[in-house]
């Protein structure tokens, strides 16, 4: 029901926007659903990047992509996007997108997942 995509090769400074499609009319149905973009790099564990409240629009981030990462909707597309400026090594990881009822920063608050699309920044 969410497919991620996006992903891709830069250059530390450089830019991406990732997007995460809901099919099957997800987001109409629950319209109080918060949609997250969480990021996991080798040997790491998940981690939470940031979120949006669909109904409201409330956005939430993480403190190290705060001012240079920025979570959007289109309704009309049932679509979430994570813009991603002045990217830095330390960003390269698989990025996820995932859905639930609540709001939270740990990976088992959300009930959907996408699939996870790659971002690779080079130094």
């Known amino acids: 029901q969410l497919q991620a995509s996006g992903g891709g090769l830069v250059q530390a400074g450089g830019s991406l926007r990732l997007s995460c499609a809901a099919s099957g009319g997800m987001y109409r149905i629950y319209s109080s659903y918060v949609v997250a973009w969480f990021r996991q790099a080798p040997g790491k564990e998940r981690e939470f990047v940031a979120a949006i409240r669909w109904g409201s629009g409330i956005r939430y981030y993480e403190d190290s992509v705060r001012g240079r990462f920025t979570i959007s909707k289109e309704s009309a597309k049932n679509t979430v996007y994570l813009q991603m400026d002045s990217l830095k090594p330390d960003d390269a990881a698989v990025y996820y997108c995932?859905?639930?009822?609540?709001?939270?920063?740990?990976?088992?608050?959300?009930?959907?997942w996408g699939q996870g699309t790659q971002v690779t920044v080079s130094s």
């Open positions: 995932a859905a639930g009822a609540q709001y939270g920063t740990t990976p088992d608050v959300y009930n959907y």
